[in-house]
């Protein structure tokens, strides 16, 4: 906000905590030449439509799936993003999840506040250990690497993972190996989703997915939802065809608070909390508010989804 009051912008806050309807979106965007969006608002074709005038959308996000970014190209809308400022705090949030899922943290902590912490059994309350188990990354970017990174430093761990291309750094540091989409599926003892939502990605951890996977292995998914189907997790899970699942994101969301995922001991699940530390917001709002006095004066995105709009 400091950024943008210094660069002489005008603000007109909506403080109302939820996302617009896209009669309100409309409506608040009529009067203003950019708009700073964060959390879901829908951004579609119609609404673009409507808001032609604007001469930047800035996310305060890296993911951009609420946008029609085709129709904000055409309609020569430029629209901003947060990359690689977020990916050492998301890329802790999945190893976060990784661990806690791997050893029952979340269910374990709630019996104690049951009163449940009774008689030592050693065989009571095993989780399984990770080191020198197999990574398998769904779409290994900036976020991916990272995570891939601890893994491999910390836990030994092997990293496979299923991309379009290479990353060659990826394969140089980390000794990572490209494999197909069924592979990642039958050899990743821990299997993480760190991609966007396309089309494409949409659902594609279904039931038919998840009978591919290791009867051992943790489904983890940090980066968007809709990735995978939630009633065929839950179903994986209940019937012990995957063994646990970590979760920052859920489908839908927010997730209600009886959804059995939430009772089940070998499931850690947290509220898209992927990026959230003081140190990383403050980045992403300081590249969203750079985004906006760019586009203000006419100028190039420092962080443009769609460059194309400059061709
Ligand atoms: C992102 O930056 O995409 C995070 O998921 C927050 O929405």
Known sequence: MQYLRDAGVEISEWTIKRDLTSGELVEFSSRADALLSAGGNRIDESFLRSAKHLKVISLHSVGYDNVDIAAATALKIPIGNTPGVLSNATADTAFLLILATSRKAFYMHKTIQNGDWGFFEPTANLGIEIRGKTLGV??????????????????????????????????????????????????????????????????????????????????????????????????????GIIWGAGLDVTNPEPMQQNNSLLSMPNVCVLPHIGSATEETRAAMSLIAAKNIVAGLKGERLPFAVNPEVYD
């Not at 976020?143 to 910390?154: D, K, P, S, V």
């Not at 750094?169 to 989409?181: D, G, N, Y």
Request: proline share 0%.
């Open 138 to 239: 769904f779409g290994l970017g900036k976020i991916g690497f990272e995570l891939a990174r601890r893994c491999y430093y910390a836990f030994g761990m092997k990293v496979i993972y299923h991309n379009r291309g290479h990353h060659a750094e990826a394969e140089k540091e980390l000794k990572a190996t490209r494999v197909s989409f069924d592979e990642l599926l039958e050899k990743s003892d821990v299997l993480s989703v760190n991609t966007g939502l396309t089309a494409e990605t949409k659902g594609i951890f279904n039931h038919l997915a998840f009978m591919r996977m290791k009867k051992t292995s943790i489904f983890i998914n940090a980066a968007r939802g809709a990735i995978h189907n939630e009633t065929d997790l839950i179903d994986a899970l209940e019937k």
